[in-house]
């Protein structure tokens, strides 16, 4: 995307032009009078559509290049300076390596084009989509028009089908690697990443393909499968149907959000066409801000699982993950909450009635959306009374314990007015003093972060923590002098120095196991307490058979207390091979957790270059990222691997 091009999609001409002219609504476009010309009755207007202008008394027309071009004076590189900063987009002059990665950007979205075209001639045709056309015609009720409208298709259930056709067309395999089309395993083998699947085309703001969504029609795994993150394609930026969306948005000024791409289908199909998805994750800013631009009312539209307890205080993650698995989107209520706070945004919550899915709903009852779309809650309300009615607010525990589940999302809002009015309400609700609530809410950071670190279950599947030895081989001598204290659940971090202050030879084992997963050897950037990587690093020199230098009382103090105990062993193992395994388990486990945090790391680094336009950095961040999650699936699959072998 040019320079000009970012600019034009991220300002509102209605926001420029309504800096100079007092603009009124007239139906689908905006009035005002003349900024050329003196006159009494409007004859300017604004066209939001289009993201033009027209003056019929003047004749001045264009868009809000030309509209700041003729009212300041400026020339053009002037107009776009000044549309950039207030977009945010950084103008400079482009490189040979922005140039080209801009031609590469053609090329991928070409090759996805095509691609599209070519999935919906099979749908249409091909007598292997047979069950295909059954399924969205009969079980979806899709009409003709919608499946041509959507360009919906069928991929065959063939490795090589699309990449043969594609690469008949001129495109290289490496283009369709890099469009997601193709995957390229680590054997080297490459083969279509879309087989024997319902295809729905992913398209940007401006209706250009840029990925694809799929769904199993057989039964098998995984049910919905995603293109993966490439130069086009990034889920955290896009919304399912804003294409067709946006101008009944800005109409209706209102946008409801589902949670899959046949609810948006379907209710376009039905004549509800400011209806848009999320790409299957937690909303991000990005996402919201898209929206925030065409309405400030915004309606989430969810079934009653997704918006009640299971869900309502999962945290913010805008992490890029891996597509290729069945995602379930999710209600981040306390994400929303802080990013309707940040955007000035009214962000409700519409419960869809009988658990039915919204293209369910408009086919059996269009009144019945209409309805329920009409009814939606301001968020903050809905999570306060999903969060009461977990306790009993009779019981003088059950206030507390209110409080305490309440609090946070009350104090999330940025906007103090709204704050003292949830506070004000919730002391009503529980029939305590208001003061109370606010005393709680000033007490609480401290107070429940050691609360929730107390009560941090162990990750699934590990093992007993195990004791830091009175003594052993190796050993700092300051460590074999202290008797723990306390029994405690150390994170990874302490856990693993714990245990090879132990035995420092143990650190070979997690290594071996870290090599053959194709993994790095633990070093000390695997450490992020700076004590605990000086203890690391001198205890990888016992390890080795260095000579031990003078221990650091700061790493031993955080481990002195860990209590390690272990399983009385079974018939035949001993402490030792019990002690292994969980080394082993304990070094897996912290590679990755830093992988996990490196991808999410890289996914914000992909953010700033993007906001910077940034193109070589954002191609580079995303190659990262790419590797990061290959190499968190490989952590994966040794944990798997491990977790099943069972000590006998």
Same mark, same amino acid.
């Given at each position: ?211 694809? #969504? ?10 919905? /499968? ?35 791409? /046949? ?71 306390? #994400? ?171 650190? /070979? ?11 790095? /050897? ?127």
């Amino acid at each position: 995307m040019s320079v000009v091009d970012e600019v034009r999609s991220r300002i509102d001409i209605v926001d420029v032009i309504g800096a100079y002219v007092k603009l009124t609504r007239s139906g689908r476009s905006f009035k005002g009078l003349s900024p050329f010309q003196n006159e009494r009755t409007p004859s300017f207007f604004v066209f939001p559509e289009t993201q033009t202008f027209k003056d019929f008394s003047s004749g001045e027309q264009g868009d809000a290049f030309s509209f700041l071009m003729k009212k300041e004076g400026m020339t053009f590189p002037e107009a776009l300076r000044e549309l950039a900063q207030r977009a945010g987009v950084e103008v400079e002059q482009q490189t040979d390596v922005q140039r080209r990665n801009e031609g590469q950007e053609e090329r991928l979205r070409a090759a996805l084009s095509e691609a599209a075209g070519y999935f919906h001639q099979l749908l249409l045709s091909a007598p292997q989509a047979a069950n295909c056309r059954t399924y969205i015609r009969e079980k979806r009720a899709l009409s003709d028009e919608t499946i041509h409208n959507w360009q919906l298709g069928y991929s065959l259930m063939d490795y090589h089908a699309l990449s043969n056709f594609l690469s008949a067309r001129g495109f290289t395999l490496q283009e369709l690697i890099d469009a997601g089309l193709v995957i390229e395993n680590e054997e080297g083998r490459r083969y279509d990443r879309f087989r024997g699947r319902l295809i729905i085309p992913i398209r940007d703001e401006k209706g250009r393909a840029v990925g694809f #969504g799929s769904r199993s029609l057989d039964g098998s795994e995984p049910k919905y /499968m995603n293109s993966p993150q490439t130069p086009v394609f990034d889920k955290g930026r896009l919304l399912f149907g804003l294409d067709r969306a946006r101008i009944a948005i800005r109409n209706e000024q209102t946008a409801v959000l589902v949670e899959g791409y /046949m609810d948006v289908i379907g209710t376009h199909q039905a004549g509800f066409t400011n209806v848009v998805a999320g790409m299957g994750t937690s909303l991000t800013e990005s996402q919201l801000k898209m929206l925030k631009r065409l309405t400030p009312r915004i309606v989430l539209a969810l079934d009653p699982d997704a918006a009640g307890d299971r869900a309502v205080l999962r945290d913010v993650d805008v992490a890029r993950d891996s597509l290729e698995r069945d995602e379930t989107p999710t209600f981040d209520a306390r #994400g929303v909450i802080r990013h309707e706070s940040k955007l000035n945004a009214d962000i409700r919550v519409a419960i869809m009635p009988d658990g039915l899915d919204p293209d369910e709903i408009v086919l059996q009852s269009p009144q019945r959306w209409r309805d329920a779309i009409a009814q939606a809650r301001p968020v903050v309300d809905h999570v306060i009374d999903t969060l009461l009615a977990r306790y009993d607010i009779e019981d003088p525990h059950g206030k507390s314990e209110a409080v305490k589940a309440v609090a946070p999302i009350v104090r999330d809002l940025s906007d103090p007015v709204r704050r003292d009015y949830y506070t004000q309400q919730l002391a009503r609700k529980l029939r305590i003093n208001p003061r109370a609530i606010a005393l709680a809410m000033a007490a609480m950071p401290r107070a429940e972060t050691r609360r929730a670190e107390r009560e941090q279950p162990p990750a699934a599947g590990a093992a007993a923590p195990l004791p830091v030895a009175a003594s052993g081989e190796g050993a700092p001598q300051a460590a074999k002098n202290r008797t723990p204290q306390t029994a405690s659940r150390p994170d990874l971090e302490t856990h693993m120095v714990a245990l090879i202050a132990r035995h420092p030879a143990l650190l /070979m084992d997690a290594n071996v196991a870290l090599t053959r997963a194709n993994l790095d /050897m633990l070093g000390q950037d695997d450490f992020s307490n700076p004590a605990l990587r000086a203890g690391f690093v001198q205890l990888s020199r016992a390890a080795t058979g260095q000579t031990l230098p003078e221990a650091d009382d700061d790493w031993l103090e955080l481990i002195a207390d860990v209590q390690l105990t272990i399983d009385a062993p079974g018939s035949g193992v001993d402490e030792e091979t019990v002690l292994r395994e969980e080394t082993v388990l304990t070094a897996l486990r912290l590679r990755e957790q830093n992988l996990r945090r490196d991808g999410q790391a890289t996914a914000l680094m992909i953010d700033d270059a993007q906001t910077r336009n940034d193109r070589p950095a954002t191609s580079q961040y995303n190659h990262q990222l790419l590797d990061v999650n290959a190499k968190l699936l490989r952590a994966q699959k040794a944990l798997r691997l491990r977790s099943m072998v069972t000590i006998t």
